[in-house]
């Protein structure tokens, strides 16, 4: 069974950076995987998605693309979800999340098909 664990979030000032990670238990050689978030009272969101192994990365609008950055270490088994220039609109819980295949960017728009997700690591920007 896979276990996913988020780290590295915080509270930040509005133009500051963070890196989050997700450490898989297990391997997912040539799962999807992905960040999402979440605020009080909206549906979970799709933020970044990648292919470990098929290529493809994804983000969910322009207003996270080229601010955020989507990459993995095999190695380690880590997910990482580096953040810069980050806005008062960027607080949530961040989520990470994966599932068997490779997927497309339509899968931002899909949480229920992830099978596996992370406890959540807060982040917040004033």
């Known amino acids: 069974h896979v276990q996913l664990v988020e780290s590295g979030g915080g509270s930040v000032q509005a133009g500051g950076s963070l890196t989050l990670s997700c450490k898989s238990t297990?391997?997912?050689?040539?799962?999807?995987l992905g960040w999402f978030r979440q605020t009080l009272g909206k549906e979970r969101e799709g933020v970044a998605l990648m292919n470990d192994n098929a290529g493809g990365t994804f983000y969910a609008d322009s207003s996270v693309e080229g601010r955020f950055t989507i990459s993995r270490d095999r190695a380690k088994n880590t997910l990482y979800l580096r953040m810069s220039d980050l806005k008062p609109e960027d607080t949530a819980m961040y989520y990470c999340?994966?599932?068997?295949?490779?997927?497309?960017?339509?899968?931002?728009?899909?949480?229920?098909?992830?099978?596996?997700w992370g406890q959540g690591t807060q982040v917040t920007v004033s």
């Open positions: 999340a994966s599932k068997p295949f490779r997927c497309t960017s339509d899968a931002l728009f899909s949480p229920r098909e992830f099978r596996h």
């Open positions: 297990q391997s997912v050689h040539n799962w999807c």
